[in-house]
């Protein structure tokens, strides 16, 4: 059974930083696409990082996505956060083949940014 597991979500002040964790099992992360998403209350899904170098504008210097293959870990690390970063950050880890689309969710992880 494939499962992702996001943590490393909390409350934290403006200007502070997160790191969170993806954690894949029953999947090998190495051969997805993986991303990560944040849904804040009453707004859609936004893509936030969809790959090591691609990153919304919203973000863009101030997180970074990275991977650790050996931990089946996909990372994302958050500074200088601001109140607008709160959400539910989700990642999402998808691949295509000739006969079959896969796509799997976490179940997300909260990230508060207030004072």
């Known amino acids: 059974q494939v499962q992702l597991v996001e943590s490393g979500g909390g409350l934290v002040q403006p200007g502070g930083s997160l790191r969170l964790s993806c954690v894949g099992s029953g999947i090998n992360l190495s051969a997805y696409a993986v991303g990560w998403y944040r849904q804040a209350p009453g707004k859609q899904r936004e893509l936030v990082a969809a790959t090591t170098t691609d990153y919304a504008d919203s973000v863009k210097g101030r997180f970074t996505m990275s991977r650790d293959n050996a931990k089946n870990t996909v990372y994302l690390q958050m500074n200088s956060l601001k109140p607008e970063d709160t959400a539910v950050y989700y990642c999402?880890?998808?691949?295509?083949?000739?006969?079959?689309?896969?796509?799997?969710w976490g179940q997300g992880t909260q990230v508060t940014v207030s004072s």
């Open positions: 999402n880890a998808a691949m295509s083949t000739i006969v079959r689309k896969f796509n799997y």
